[in-house]
């Protein structure tokens, strides 16, 4: 049964910084990535990185801010999210691709995550 469980979400002011985390059991090391849902919006790609960690692609809206990272020992990937601005605001998913490639295609991923909230205050 597969299972990805993120955590680490929570409510931060504007400035601050958080890290997600999502824990995969259940499937093999592949490309995994990180997106994200506003109230009354679609859900956005934010982030992704390729099976070894060496190929990672950002949205324009957090890049330089946001950094996505894996350790295949724990099975887990990790999304440290600095500079946060209330456009942040968001549900955040963590999800696994049905193939071995990296994807900012929301199409190209088959599993996903219960979604961990973060709210920042201006």
């Known amino acids: 049964q597969v299972q990805l469980v993120e955590s680490g979400g929570g409510l931060v002011q504007a400035g601050g910084s958080l890290r997600l985390s999502c824990a995969a059991s259940?499937?093999?090391?592949?490309?995994m990535g990180w997106f994200r849902q506003a109230p009354g919006k679609e859900r956005d790609f934010v982030a992704t990185i390729n099976w070894s960690g060496a190929i990672t692609d950002y949205a324009d809206s957090v890049k330089g801010r946001f950094a996505i990272s894996r350790d295949n020992a724990k099975n887990t990937v990790y999304l440290q999210m600095n500079s946060l601005k209330a456009e942040d605001t968001a549900v955040y998913y963590c999800a696994a691709v049905r193939g071995s490639f990296a994807s900012n295609d929301r199409a190209q991923y088959t599993y996903w995550g219960q979604g961990t909230q973060v709210t920042v205050s201006s």
């Open positions: 259940g499937l093999s090391i592949r490309a």
